[in-house]
């Protein structure tokens, strides 16, 4: 080696290679007796060396040693993988599931990083204020509005927003509820998106008294006027007030929030600090501005308020941030994302991992095909770029696969369509072309990981050398395999059992009462835009929204098929107040001390077609009542009193140290548990107040028909906007479709967490179902010489299987481990899975039969070996 290392270091010095080739073959011919086989290697090495060496002295390029990939190798590829189809469908499902998981948080993170689609989008930025005591966004008031468009020279355009949901009506009389904002002037100069017809809005829009006008989008122009060309001379109702039309957007525009249409905010500049509306700032960045210069104006700005009126302002902190997080109040925390990616990675690894076995396992299986190859001449890097080949063809098939199942599901999924709804239309989960790259890039570490390093380990000389003697599951199946084997085993065992312990909860239809008839009610909210709020004085506002309660219940009775309606703060399925109460005379226990509660009015029960259980309803007296009564449900009585008779006890509200007592309220009757807690009607506990019409506002409106609810609605939204133009009917929607946002939370979340112990559970199989192939590859020849001499079948089963049952056995006994230590604690509180030692049991079962079933197919394809047949291949 020192002979060899001295005629290396010659020749990087660049001495002739006449002379070096000369020396070489007289060093190979003294020792042939001793290093043949070695020394051929390095003289085969150094022959190409010089070779290449003499060419780059004639300025000619040597040919790449790394084989090309041409379509021959992809043609193989695709009828190798054909061949072997069980092992082709197991990996293929395995990266099918983990290169989707892998990327869901990258995909996520460039869907709430998206690049505006407008002109220099990049000047584009937010105008934040920020609580340092508390790190909370506090948006921008109308007096902030003002001095920041006054006093900061960097922002070119400065602009100031709010969300705002009305009425519209056409001239034709139709009648839609739609979102909009209430946006300055210089709002459509921050886009730069010129108007389809007509014009924006103009700084003279912004000044009190001036004509009302508004902008419509796209699909309000289709919509209520119908693509009129003549839209511009026609008015459109927003609200009670009856604005002129004069600008038409482009299809698709809307900016800054979802909305469809834009009315002039008014800017007063004698507001004080702390009063009115919250609005959001955007700007665009003056020619040769930077965002640092901008931050630095906004600071100073800040400080000299922080000055003149130290309460609102001498704890905040002045930001110049990107426009989307002030728009949707998303702002992902590295610290909180980085652990997501980095389980991503590791799950993808585990994927890669196990594939590779399988890959090993393919590999030892051909053997024969291998050295066949190479003494026909094929060098190692070309059955090596063979074998990574037909990995990265799989890679792109599985992930192709599962992305379309991707995103075909997220088009599907209720709680996706309801989170894309309340972000700008430039927000999307859909697949996007930079997803699509790192998908790619993901291809390609897994065919790296679960194809190139395991064909360089198969055609490796120490496992050439182990098959030689006959050993080559040592070399190429050691005891890494079989820890990955325990640790998917382990894994699938104990996401089964956390997942599976609160699936059936999640995932069942929520009660929402034993007899309520959901589908014939319809459930909406009515509430006055706070524009309207801020135009009525105190006193005034409840008899006004009294008078509306009044009168639209009476009117909707007089309706053909309407049998009864109801206002309440929540109906059944919505999501529900908590509160900690207090037991005149009994002290509760920390955690059943919390209920949940809902203001209903007389009409609640008899709306949802219930009765009492136990005690008495509620009667007109009870409103005048000191201190009024409550009904309380089944869950409180079982759960707070432990099932005795509640009927006479007094409870009242919790209350903080700087808060007057609640007065003590008397419980006179039970009620079922109507839909206080879809996601664990165990913790249903609740009570519920009763109100008058007028003290509740916003509230939810229940209206019991004959027939489908839905079909109600235009005559709903005729008769409430007869009553009082300005009220809003939103969201209106059968009783049994409201569910509350907490089910759908947990519903996503229990699907992922699915997803990912689908995953383990592929993994693991796939690996035994590796080793078990393998294992039958490698003993052909002894399972044909048992058969031979009279084995019986349950003997070479027993052969086979007995390393898999082995590892399964481990894997299974960790994961029943781990899931009894720390199941019981991420599910702690959770009452619909404390069944969850029953489930870990079953769960370890089915990981048993899974496992088995791994081993079933290779170890029927053991049994078909025919002794003769196997003793000629071998």
């Not at 379509?71 to 983990?98: E, H, M, P």
């Not at 064909?455 to 820890?483: D, E, H, N, P, V």
Request: hydrophobic share 50%; aromatic share 6%; proline share 5%.
């Amino acid at each position: 080696m020192k002979a060899m290392r001295r005629l290396a270091a010659r020749l990087v010095r660049g001495e002739d290679a006449a002379f070096i080739r000369a020396d070489l073959e007289e060093l190979y011919a003294r020792d042939r007796s001793q290093q043949i086989s070695a020394v051929r290697a390095h003289f085969r090495f150094f022959r190409r060396l010089i070779g290449s060496a003499s060419s780059v002295v004639v300025h000619k390029w040597p040919r790449p040693s790394v084989p090309r990939l041409g379509w021959i190798d992809l043609k193989l590829a695709f009828r190798l993988l054909r061949r072997n189809a069980g092992i082709s469908i197991v990996a293929g499902l395995a990266l099918a599931i983990g290169i989707p998981v892998s990327l869901a948080p990258i995909h996520l993170t460039l869907a709430l990083n998206p690049t505006l689609p407008y002109p220099d989008a990049h000047e584009i930025v937010g105008i934040d204020y920020i609580d340092t005591d508390y790190g909370n966004d506090r948006q921008l008031t109308m007096f902030d509005v003002a001095r920041v468009r006054r006093e900061v020279a960097s922002l070119a355009t400065f602009a100031a927003a709010r969300r705002v949901r009305q009425n519209l009506a056409s001239t034709d009389g139709v009648i839609d509820v739609r979102s909009g904002a209430e946006v300055t002037a210089s709002a459509f100069d921050v886009p730069r998106v010129k108007p389809l017809l007509g014009r924006t809005l103009m700084a003279s829009d912004e000044i009190a008294g001036a004509d009302a006008v508004v902008v419509i989008g796209h699909d309000i122009w289709q919509a209520q006027f119908h693509g009129a060309d003549d839209v511009l001379s026609k008015r459109l109702r927003v609200g009670s007030t009856s604005r002129a039309v004069v600008g038409v957007m482009p299809d698709g525009f809307e900016f800054p929030f979802r909305g469809d249409f834009w009315i002039p905010l008014h800017v007063t500049l004698d507001t004080p600090p702390e009063s009115g509306f919250p609005y959001v700032g955007f700007a665009r960045l003056r020619d040769g501005a930077s965002r640092r210069r901008a931050a630095a104006e906004l600071e100073a700005l800040r400080q000299r308020l922080a000055l003149e009126h130290p309460a609102p302002y001498a704890k905040l902190r002045a930001e110049i941030t990107e426009f989307a997080f002030v728009v949707t109040n998303l702002r992902p925390s590295v610290g909180k994302v980085y652990p997501v990616y980095v389980a991503s990675v590791l799950l993808l690894a585990l994927a890669c991992a196990n594939v590779g076995t399988l890959m090993l396992a393919r590999a030892a299986s051909r053997q024969r095909e291998i050295a066949v190859r190479t003494a026909l001449g094929a060098s190692r890097m070309r059955i090596v770029m063979q074998l990574f080949t037909e990995s990265l063809v799989l890679a792109a098939l599985a992930a192709a696969t599962g992305l379309g199942a991707a995103e075909i599901a997220l088009r599907q999924l209720s709680i996706v369509k309801l989170f894309e709804a309340s972000l700008p239309p430039w927000f999307t989960l859909r697949l996007s072309s930079l997803s699509i790259v790192v998908a790619v890039c993901l291809v390609l570490f897994s065919g790296v990981v679960s194809g190139l390093l395991p064909a360089l380990k198969a055609t490796s000389r120490r496992t050439y050398r182990a098959i030689q003697r006959g050993s080559a599951g040592g070399a190429m199946f050691g005891w890494t395999t079989s820890a990955l084997i325990v640790v998917d085993v382990a894994t699938a065992v104990v996401c089964l059992a956390g997942v599976g312990s609160v699936a059936k909860g999640v995932f069942r239809a929520p009660s929402l009462g034993a007899t309520t008839l959901a589908a014939e009610n319809l459930v909406t909210e009515l509430y006055l835009p706070p524009g309207v709020i801020r135009g009525t004085s105190p006193a005034e506002l409840p008899a006004r929204v009294e008078r509306l309660q009044r009168e639209s219940e009476r009117r909707l009775l007089a309706e053909p098929g309407v049998r009864a309606v109801s206002f309440a703060s929540h109906f059944p399925g919505m999501r529900h107040l908590e509160r900690r109460i207090e037991l005149e005379g009994r002290a509760l226990a920390r955690g059943t001390d919390i209920v949940r509660m809902a203001f209903i009015d007389r009409a609640f029960l008899d709306a949802l077609g219930q009765r009492v259980l136990a005690g008495r309803n509620f009667e007109p007296a009870d409103v005048v009542a000191k201190g009024r009564p409550i009904l309380v449900n089944r869950s409180f009585v079982d759960r707070q009193l432990g099932g005795t008779s509640p009927l006479g006890m007094r409870l009242r509200l919790a209350s903080g140290p700087d808060e007057p007592p609640d007065a003590w309220h008397e419980i006179i009757g039970v009620v079922d548990d109507l839909g206080m807690n879809v996601i664990d009607p165990a913790n249903a506990a609740g009570i519920y107040h009763l109100i008058n019409p007028g003290q509740l506002h916003p509230a939810q409106m229940l209206v019991r028909v004959a027939g489908e609810p839905e079909a109600l609605v235009p005559r709903l939204r005729a008769i409430l906007n007869e009553i009082e133009p300005e009220v809003v009917l939103d969201k209106p929607v059968r009783l049994d479709r409201v569910f509350s946002e907490e089910l759908w939370e947990a519903r996503f979340s229990a699907m992922a967490f699915s997803a990912v112990a689908v995953a383990a559970v592929v993994l693991s199989a796939a690996a035994l179902y590796a080793l078990m192939a393998f294992a039958v590859t490698q003993r052909t020849r002894e399972i044909a010489i048992r058969s031979a001499l009279g084995a019986r079948p349950l003997n070479i089963i027993r052969v086979v299987v007995a390393r898999a049952l082995v590892q399964l056995t481990a894997g299974v006994a960790l994961g029943a481990a781990i899931g009894a230590a720390l199941v019981p604690e991420m599910l702690s509180g959770i009452s619909l899975a404390q069944n969850w030692p029953t489930m870990l049991a079953a769960v370890s079962a089915v990981m048993c039969v899974i496992g088995l079933l791994a081993c079933a197919a290779p170890t029927t394809r053991a049994l078909r070996i025919q002794p003769v047949d196997a003793l000629k291949e071998v």
